[in-house]
């Protein structure tokens, strides 16, 4: 292993598979961030949306108190 073009070898493999990883970190760090914002822009999608019929009878059910005349 004294020979100078193995060691030279060496230090580009080396290098060249902290590249890689480095890149496989990055992307799987950019597709975590992007489902990420997948999610909360469908979540803000889901609140703005406008309310059902089914929405409005589930809100007058909430006024009513049980056990109470009105």
Request: hydrophobic share 55%; with cysteine; proline share 4%.
């Amino acid at each position: 292993m004294g020979n100078l073009d193995v060691i030279f070898a060496w230090i580009v493999g080396v290098l060249a598979g902290l590249a890689v990883i480095g890149a496989l970190a990055f992307a799987i760090t950019w597709e975590v961030c992007a489902i990420k914002r997948t999610l909360a822009a469908h979540r803000a999608m889901a609140a703005n949306r406008p309310p059902t019929d089914e929405d409005f009878w589930r809100q007058q059910r909430a006024l009513i108190v049980p056990g109470r005349r009105q």
